[in-house]
Structures are given as structure tokens and as C-alpha cells.
């Protein structure tokens, strides 16, 4: 079974630091890309950073950028999002997840979601 695990969350003051992390088991970095989301109240959910499975490659969404960093460790099976200089517009739940492409010769999308975490920014 897949799990994701995503803690980290808590309140903060606007200007501060949080490191959310994601422990997965049932995946390997390998084969999955990792991804964070977010959704604040009363907005849609959006992407906010993904780290490829292949290479280790870094995304980020204009609003984050800069501010935040995502890493991976192999050991633990953990993805980590290390949050800076937080806004309070950077409030909502964020979730991990992990997909993957996989399959010959009709691929197929896997796609699974851990339970969220909540980050509160106060001005």
C-alpha cells in the first residue's frame, strides 16, 4: 500500500520558518515524483513545488519562489519542503503528493495523496 505522511504544520508569525515533510512508504523516489500542494480557504487547490523522480530536478510556483526549497532523503523515504519568510497569504493545508507515468506499451497515471497539513501565517 501507499502511504504519504505530510507534518510539519503549525502557526506561525508572518517572516518565519516551517519545515513541512512527507514520508512516504509504498514509493520509491526513483519511479515517483514528488509534489506539494496547497489549498487556502475558499481558493482552489494549486501545485506548489515538485522534485522530479529521474533526476532530482526542482520546481517551483512564482509565489514560492525563493522562499521555499524542496529536498528528498532516501533514507528516511522522506520529501521536505522547508518554508521561508512566510506570508500569510501562504496559509492553507498542504498535501504531498506522488505520481508517476508507468507502463508499456499503453502508459498509465498513478497518482496518490497523503492527508494534509495545516500552515497558519499570522500578520
Known amino acids: 500500500d501507499v502511504q504519504l505522511q505530510a507534518s510539519g504544520g503549525g502557526l506561525v508569525q508572518a517572516g518565519g520558518s516551517l519545515r513541512l515533510s512527507c514520508a512516504a512508504s509504498?514509493?520509491?523516489?526513483?519511479?515517483?515524483?514528488i509534489a506539494w500542494f496547497r489549498k487556502a480557504p475558499g481558493k482552489e487547490r494549486e501545485g506548489v513545488s515538485c522534485i522530479n523522480n529521474s533526476d532530482g530536478a526542482t520546481y517551483y510556483k512564482d509565489p514560492v519562489k525563493g522562499r521555499f526549497t524542496i529536498s528528498r532523503d532516501n533514507a528516511p523515504n522522506t520529501v521536505y519542503l522547508q518554508m521561508g519568510s512566510l506570508k500569510p497569504e501562504d496559509t492553507a493545508v498542504y498535501y504531498c503528493n506522488a505520481h508517476a507515468l508507468l507502463g508499456y506499451p499503453e502508459p498509465m497515471t498513478f497518482n496518490y495523496w497523503g492527508q494534509g497539513t495545516l500552515v497558519t501565517v499570522s500578520s
Open positions: 509504498g514509493v520509491s523516489f526513483d519511479v515517483y515524483s
